[in-house]
């Protein structure tokens, strides 16, 4: 039988005076409450009631663990208060991991979610790699491209595109691009978490897809990184283009090939469970999609 309705039942049976008064209490017939506290009789191998056509009473025994069952079943329901609380109330730590460039737009997120929110705390996390967000803890993570791991949720917050870009030097030192397939024989600066790796993706102004290989020197998975070297004029770079947008509008990076715009990706929220999830898990994922609405144009001002 199960150990905690046998639990219950007894508790009951002495709080009542009875089987059959517990048994009303506990929507169960008297002779499954007997059953229940038989069962831990027979368990412990010590008699918890004493038993007598008029009434019930406890041993020794059963005193002594009628309190502690008190105590228990009383832990027990503040337990599920507690939890309760949890999945109502955003409350306790939040882990969250974001790709280093898009903490500009996480931050304001986290700052508000403290805000609102003052029996929350957050533990912030940022880098490049790609990580294990049920191994390592994390409640949720904002990525820029899919997660390898299909089995995790993914909202999506906003839309984003690359542009592809260079440095004055490096049009001086290598001559204007004219044609998408010229690219193969440039010196391209390639993200290492791009999608689609080599193969860099465009759509012509007709919506047609368009793709060429490239090549280079440096590969990095750092998105500041890439910006550094376009701008030192290393080669040419597939930029994400709110982290460019700035050095494009001063001119010190020059946009190539207008009329070929990069395939659009989405900023995603990536989270283990769909069931149950708790309230300040969900309420920060709500927080950050509302706030990629009103940033959707610094997010992706070419769309």
């Known amino acids: 039988m199960d150990r905690l309705t046998s639990l219950t039942a007894f508790v009951r049976v002495v709080d009542s005076g009875g089987f059959s008064a517990a048994g009303r209490r506990l929507n169960m017939s008297t002779t499954m409450v007997s059953n229940h506290v038989q069962a831990l009789e027979d368990r412990l191998g010590a008699r918890l009631l004493n038993r007598t056509t008029r009434k019930v009473s406890l041993t020794e ?11 228990i079943l ?17 409350r306790g730590t939040l882990r969250v991991y974001t790709h280093t460039h898009t903490v500009p737009f996480v931050a304001p997120v986290v700052a508000d979610f403290l805000k609102s929110y003052p029996d929350t705390r957050v533990d912030l996390s940022m880098g490049e790699r790609n990580v294990d967000m049920i191994d390592e ?4 993570a904002v990525r820029l491209v899919p997660p390898p791991d299909s089995s995790l949720i993914v909202r999506s917050l ?3 595109r690359h542009v592809l870009c260079c440095s004055h030097d490096y ?22 978490n791009y999608p689609y790796q080599d193969e860099w993706r465009f759509v012509d102004r007709k919506g047609q897809p368009a793709s060429v290989k490239v090549s280079g020197r440096l590969v990095t998975n750092s998105g500041e990184a890439l910006r550094m070297a376009a701008l030192q004029g290393m ?54 999609v509302h706030h990629s609405g009103e940033q959707q144009k610094r997010i992706n ?3």
Not at 137 to 140: H, I, P, Q, R, S
Not at 236 to 241: E, V
Not at 266 to 287: C, E, G, Q, W
């Open 171 to 192: 049009l001086e030192q290598h001559g204007r691009v004219q044609q998408l397939a010229e690219l193969s024989e440039h010196d391209c600066i390639r993200h290492a």
């Open 235 to 288: 080669g040419i770079s597939l930029a994400a283009g709110f982290m460019v947008h700035d050095d494009l509008a001063a001119g010190r990076l020059v946009r190539l090939l207008p009329e070929y715009r990069p395939v659009e990706l989405s900023m995603n929220a990536v989270y283990p469970h769909r069931h149950h999830l708790s309230a300040k898990v969900r309420t920060f994922i709500d927080m950050l």
């Open 301 to 303: 001002p070419y769309s």
């Open 158 to 160: 906003a839309t984003w």
């Open 61 to 71: 025994v059963g005193r002594a663990y009628y309190d502690r069952c008190v105590q």
């Open 74 to 90: 009383a832990d027990i329901e503040q337990a599920d208060d507690i939890a309760g609380a949890l999945q109502s109330t955003p």
């Open 137 to 140: 803890g994390f409640d949720v």
